[in-house]
């Protein structure tokens, strides 16, 4: 309980960092020894000392310390391991906690040889034994021999130097080289012990093959009259060495031999299959006989009987001349863990075996081979499973991603390109939700508001939408720390589609459309055929184009290069004008609009009373083929002075042309027609006549009388007024420039609307006038040059495009309509010679 939690296994002190007080939390570990001092415990001092370091599937620690391990203090048949555990929440380990654990363990009495095969090292003990002949011996004189052999006496725990036999040479280190090399020896009362990592750089890779006996397992013959080994062996660690320790004026020299498996496991027909020969050549030297003792095997260092492991569905083989262990791959006792491969999300299976040989030979009588083995299947790549679900009453798009095994972890979330921590991510209208399972593993659901940006709502035809969702969740597994990405592209159909309406009307001259906006075309884009109708585009044809968000309007006159005209009555015309909204990325066509109407045909012409006529022929739908530039009137040379693709409009005077007329006692009828011939072709497909009619004589009676009215009278006043003029975007006066749209671009020639209002005093008595207007190059209005758009009240006559008044008439914005006044100016540039002053 608590931080920490001890248990005894053997030979073996294993010490458990809880996950509940150490997760999230930068460690130190340290071994105390019986002074007091504490040794941080890196991976090389662990190898060298005896610990090994693992992690559970509940992401604790685990220590591990072998019962000879540096530090360790032994006490009859009891060893004590006393740890120290730092923990911080920052890197630099300020502000650490300090936590204290010391165990003691009981081990059983000592093999004459015993062989530890861990993960991190390599461990033989062996005892140390004096023959008799020696103890019986009494040295009278000093150690003089230490005069020889001065670095024997140098050394400490008696042991003096190791040899590691090697194929090419035999190399002495003594012990405090071995230290710095890596090595662990150490010497008690009874036993000589050498420890070994597996990196270190005696160690070799030696392939054991597997006996092939036709005689008693319980006896071996020599190594010259061993029938066959198999072609592919079991790879093995391998360490030959001698250890010399010093008795009195003898040095002694035991065999320190060490072997251990790396290779034995093979992964077939989801089955792992462990096999560890029982004769090991570099640990069989000089032995001519062999027996088997005991053979025990478990998980997690706890011995398993037979019936434990064949509810586990384990399987123990204890061979002729192999020991064989199968394990189910997912079976009891082990775990799954999460793995990374090339970005790819997968699982390996996990399981902590071990087993431990005993035999009996004629050179060590009793030896005991100890193997911890943490076996791990190779990667198996795992698919994510998402799930989606819709709620369209709370607004929320629920996803839910996993599951997940317990050491992988959520940690950002990329949405439309930024990285995003999952504490921020409800400011991006994400809320996130773990949910655990009873086998421990979880799911993580994403809340996603139909209002967030990364929510992209889509089209689909008819009446429904498409709701996606694109976002990459990044995870990470402890302690590995591997990432890896899960894309989550969800997507939801639903049938609530609101497709844009419209209603159409005509006045006089304009056709009218006013399309009202759904929850589907916020991005589509008005076209007439093929040309997008922007603002600027419908400026330029005299079009009225106003978008406020939630309607679309636009008005064009009767007269227009994009109206229809299909049919032609001397009562009426049919006017239709056409518009399509596309998607704005794929234009694709999403939704047609017209609206029709009839028009007069008076429309058409003017008959001036001056003689002048303005007559405007149109082209009907189905004469695509007509080229109205083409167009002429009786007398051919007379051609239409203003032509569009649809229209030709011709100016000319009564007495001209090929006009002919009629009298009669109250009219003169004036008569023509215009004309479409194909080259080489005297009789017209397009004929068009019109007639103006004017009053031979007319005479209006217009009574009055003279009446004598009093001058008027002038009270001259003083006061404050406060006056405003403003630019407005349309005619209609409706919508002004704003100061944040300031400067304004137009092109020459292009109307600008004015308006100039009295704000106050607001006194229904009074009326404004306008009296001059005028235009600068620059922001001062005395500046020079300058131009005259108003010279006393009027229009300025020296103006090739002369200021129009328009009239103001009262509504819900103008309470006084004698307050304002209304003018409008093309747009015009300053030149000095030929030079603009400003573009």
């Given at each position: 309980t608590g931080p920490m939690s001890s248990e005894c296994l053997g030979d073996f002190l294993r010490i458990t960092l809880s996950a509940e007080y150490f997760e999230d939390k930068y460690l130190s570990l340290f071994v105390v020894d019986q002074s007091g001092t504490a040794w941080e415990l890196d991976e090389a001092m662990a190898a060298q000392c005896g610990y090994t370091v693992t992690y559970t599937t509940c992401r604790s620690i685990q220590l591990r310390a072998s019962a000879l391990s540096c530090f360790s203090h032994l006490e009859k048949d009891v060893f004590t391991v006393t740890v120290q555990i730092k923990a911080s929440h920052t890197p630099d380990m300020s502000n650490a906690t300090t936590h204290?654990?010391?165990?003691?363990?009981?081990?059983?009495?000592?093999?004459?040889?015993?062989?530890?095969?861990?993960?991190?090292?390599?461990?033989?003990?062996?005892?140390?034994?004096?023959?008799?002949?020696?103890?019986?011996?009494?040295?009278?004189?000093?150690?003089?021999?230490?005069?020889?052999?001065?670095?024997?006496?140098?050394?400490?725990?008696?042991?003096?130097?190791i040899v590691f036999h090697q194929p090419e040479e035999k190399r002495a280190?003594?012990?405090?080289?071995?230290?710095?090399?890596?090595?662990?020896?150490?010497?008690?009362?009874?036993?000589?012990?050498?420890?070994?990592?597996?990196?270190?750089?005696?160690?070799?890779?030696?392939?054991?093959?597997v006996l092939l006996l036709a005689q008693q397992p319980a006896r071996l013959c020599r190594s010259n009259q061993i029938p066959s080994l198999q072609d592919q062996g079991i790879t093995f660690s391998v360490l030959r060495s001698s250890t010399f320790y010093k008795y009195q004026w003898v040095i002694l020299m035991v065999d320190t031999a060490v072997a251990c498996p790396v290779d034995d496991v093979d992964y077939t027909n989801k089955t792992i299959t462990w096999t560890v020969p029982k004769y090991i050549p570099p640990l069989s030297a000089g032995m001519t006989t062999f027996k088997?003792?005991?053979?025990?095997?478990?998980?997690?260092?706890?011995?398993?009987?037979?019936?434990?492991?064949?509810?586990?569905?384990?399987?123990?083989?204890?061979?002729?001349?192999?020991?064989?262990?199968?394990?189910?791959?997912?079976?009891?006792?082990?775990?799954?863990?999460?793995?990374?491969s090339s970005g790819q999300l997968g699982v390996k299976y996990t399981i902590n075996l071990f087993l431990e040989h005993q035999w009996k030979d004629n050179k060590w009588g009793l030896?005991?081979?100890?193997?911890?083995?943490?076996?791990?299947?190779?990667?198996?790549?795992?698919?994510?499973?998402?799930?989606?679900?819709?709620?369209?009453?709370?607004?929320?798009?629920?996803?839910?991603?996993?599951?997940?095994?317990?050491?992988?972890?959520?940690?950002?979330?990329?949405?439309?390109?930024?990285?995003?921590?999952?504490?921020?991510?409800?400011?991006?209208?994400?809320?996130?939700?773990?949910?655990?399972?009873?086998?421990?593993?979880?799911?993580?659901?994403?809340?996603?508001?139909?209002?967030?940006?990364?929510?992209?709502?889509?089209?689909?035809?008819?009446?429904?939408?498409?709701?996606?969702?694109?976002?990459?969740?990044?995870?990470?597994?402890?302690p590995s720390s591997e990432t890896f990405v899960v894309p989550v592209v969800a997507l939801s159909a639903v049938k609530d589609a609101v497709l844009p309406s419209a209603t159409g009307f005509c006045d006089g001259r304009n056709l009218h459309l006013i399309i009202t906006r759904g929850n589907v075309d916020q991005n589509w884009l008005p076209f007439i055929s093929d040309w997008h109708l922007t603002q600027e585009a419908a400026q330029k044809n005299n079009y009225i184009l106003r978008d406020n968000g939630t309607h679309l309007a636009i008005s064009v006159?009767?007269?227009?290069?994009?109206?229809?005209?299909?049919?032609?009555?001397?009562?009426?015309?049919?006017?239709?004008?056409?518009?399509?909204?596309?998607?704005?990325?794929?234009?694709?066509?999403?939704?047609?609009?017209?609206?029709?109407?009839?028009?007069?045909?008076?429309?058409?012409?003017?008959?001036?009373?001056?003689?002048?006529?303005?007559?405007?022929?149109?082209?009907?739908?189905?004469?695509?083929?007509?080229?109205?530039?083409?167009?002429?009137?009786?007398?051919?040379q007379c051609k239409p002075s203003l032509v569009t693709e649809r229209t030709a409009t011709f100016k000319f005077n009564v007495n001209t042309c090929g006009t002919s007329r009629k009298f009669n006692s109250t009219t003169v009828t004036y008569e023509n027609e215009v004309l479409y011939f194909r080259p080489g072709d005297d009789i017209?497909?397009?004929?068009?006549?019109?007639?103006?009619?004017?009053?031979?004589?007319?005479?209006?009676?217009?009574?009055?009388?003279?009446?004598?009215?009093?001058?008027?009278?002038?009270?001259?006043?003083?006061?404050?007024?406060?006056?405003?003029?403003?630019?407005?975007?349309?005619?209609?006066?409706?919508?002004?420039?704003?100061?944040?749209?300031y400067p304004v671009v137009k092109y020459l020639r292009e109307a600008l609307y004015f308006e100039v209002?009295?704000?106050?005093?607001?006194?229904?008595?009074?009326?404004?006038?306008?009296?001059?207007?005028?235009?600068?190059?620059?922001?001062?209005?005395?500046?020079?040059?300058?131009?005259?758009?108003?010279?006393?009240?009027?229009?300025?006559?020296?103006?090739?495009?002369?200021?129009?008044?328009?009239?103001?008439?009262?509504?819900?914005?103008?309470?006084?309509?004698?307050?304002?006044?209304?003018?409008?100016?093309?747009?015009?540039t300053f030149v000095q010679g030929t030079s603009l002053l400003q573009e």
């Amino acid at each position: 309980t608590g931080p920490m939690s001890s248990e005894c296994l053997g030979d073996f002190l294993r010490i458990t960092l809880s996950a509940e007080y150490f997760e999230d939390k930068y460690l130190s570990l340290f071994v105390v020894d019986q002074s007091g001092t504490a040794w941080e415990l890196d991976e090389a001092m662990a190898a060298q000392c005896g610990y090994t370091v693992t992690y559970t599937t509940c992401r604790s620690i685990q220590l591990r310390a072998s019962a000879l391990s540096c530090f360790s203090h032994l006490e009859k048949d009891v060893f004590t391991v006393t740890v120290q555990i730092k923990a911080s929440h920052t890197p630099d380990m300020s502000n650490a906690t300090t936590h204290l654990k010391s165990a003691s363990c009981h081990y059983g009495p000592w093999s004459p040889r015993e062989i530890k095969c861990e993960n991190n090292y390599m461990e033989v003990s062996v005892r140390r034994e004096v023959p008799q002949t020696i103890k019986d011996f009494a040295q009278d004189e000093p150690e003089d021999w230490t005069f020889v052999f001065p670095e024997a006496k140098a050394e400490e725990a008696s042991i003096w130097q190791i040899v590691f036999h090697q194929p090419e040479e035999k190399r002495a280190l003594l012990v405090s080289n071995a230290w710095s090399a890596g090595y662990g020896l150490n010497a008690s009362d009874s036993r000589v012990l050498l420890r070994v990592p597996y990196t270190a750089a005696q160690v070799q890779l030696v392939k054991v093959g597997v006996l092939l006996l036709a005689q008693q397992p319980a006896r071996l013959c020599r190594s010259n009259q061993i029938p066959s080994l198999q072609d592919q062996g079991i790879t093995f660690s391998v360490l030959r060495s001698s250890t010399f320790y010093k008795y009195q004026w003898v040095i002694l020299m035991v065999d320190t031999a060490v072997a251990c498996p790396v290779d034995d496991v093979d992964y077939t027909n989801k089955t792992i299959t462990w096999t560890v020969p029982k004769y090991i050549p570099p640990l069989s030297a000089g032995m001519t006989t062999f027996k088997d003792v005991l053979v025990e095997a478990g998980v997690d260092l706890h011995k398993l009987p037979a019936k434990e492991m064949a509810s586990r569905k384990y399987v123990l083989l204890n061979e002729l001349t192999t020991i064989t262990m199968k394990i189910p791959i997912g079976a009891e006792g082990g775990y799954y863990k999460t793995s990374v491969s090339s970005g790819q999300l997968g699982v390996k299976y996990t399981i902590n075996l071990f087993l431990e040989h005993q035999w009996k030979d004629n050179k060590w009588g009793l030896t005991k081979h100890t193997i911890i083995k943490e076996i791990e299947t190779p990667f198996e790549q795992a698919e994510v499973v998402i799930t989606k679900n819709l709620n369209l009453s709370a607004g929320l798009m629920n996803v839910t991603v996993g599951t997940f095994l317990t050491d992988a972890e959520l940690v950002n979330l990329t949405i439309e390109g930024v990285i995003v921590a999952v504490p921020e991510a409800f400011q991006h209208g994400y809320l996130i939700h773990r949910t655990r399972y009873a086998n421990g593993s979880k799911a993580f659901v994403l809340q996603v508001s139909l209002d967030a940006p990364s929510i992209k709502k889509e089209y689909m035809g008819e009446d429904m939408r498409a709701y996606t969702l694109n976002v990459t969740l990044t995870f990470i597994t402890y302690p590995s720390s591997e990432t890896f990405v899960v894309p989550v592209v969800a997507l939801s159909a639903v049938k609530d589609a609101v497709l844009p309406s419209a209603t159409g009307f005509c006045d006089g001259r304009n056709l009218h459309l006013i399309i009202t906006r759904g929850n589907v075309d916020q991005n589509w884009l008005p076209f007439i055929s093929d040309w997008h109708l922007t603002q600027e585009a419908a400026q330029k044809n005299n079009y009225i184009l106003r978008d406020n968000g939630t309607h679309l309007a636009i008005s064009v006159p009767f007269l227009s290069p994009h109206v229809s005209y299909e049919g032609f009555h001397t009562s009426a015309i049919k006017a239709s004008f056409y518009l399509t909204l596309k998607d704005d990325i794929t234009l694709a066509q999403r939704r047609d609009f017209s609206v029709s109407c009839l028009f007069s045909p008076s429309e058409l012409i003017q008959c001036l009373p001056n003689g002048t006529v303005i007559i405007t022929a149109i082209k009907l739908v189905g004469g695509e083929d007509l080229d109205t530039a083409l167009l002429v009137l009786r007398d051919r040379q007379c051609k239409p002075s203003l032509v569009t693709e649809r229209t030709a409009t011709f100016k000319f005077n009564v007495n001209t042309c090929g006009t002919s007329r009629k009298f009669n006692s109250t009219t003169v009828t004036y008569e023509n027609e215009v004309l479409y011939f194909r080259p080489g072709d005297d009789i017209p497909i397009y004929q068009l006549k019109f007639l103006c009619l004017y009053a031979v004589e007319q005479t209006a009676h217009v009574p009055y009388e003279s009446k004598k009215t009093p001058p008027p009278s002038i009270q001259p006043g003083s006061g404050c007024l406060a006056l405003s003029l403003k630019l407005f975007k349309e005619k209609s006066y409706s919508e002004p420039y704003q100061e944040s749209e300031y400067p304004v671009v137009k092109y020459l020639r292009e109307a600008l609307y004015f308006e100039v209002e009295l704000l106050q005093p607001k006194d229904a008595r009074l009326d404004l006038n306008l009296d001059d207007c005028w235009a600068t190059n620059s922001q001062s209005q005395d500046s020079l040059p300058q131009w005259h758009i108003l010279r006393h009240g009027c229009e300025n006559n020296k103006d090739s495009y002369r200021t129009v008044f328009h009239k103001v008439n009262y509504s819900l914005r103008v309470k006084f309509p004698q307050h304002l006044k209304r003018f409008e100016v093309r747009m015009f540039t300053f030149v000095q010679g030929t030079s603009l002053l400003q573009e």
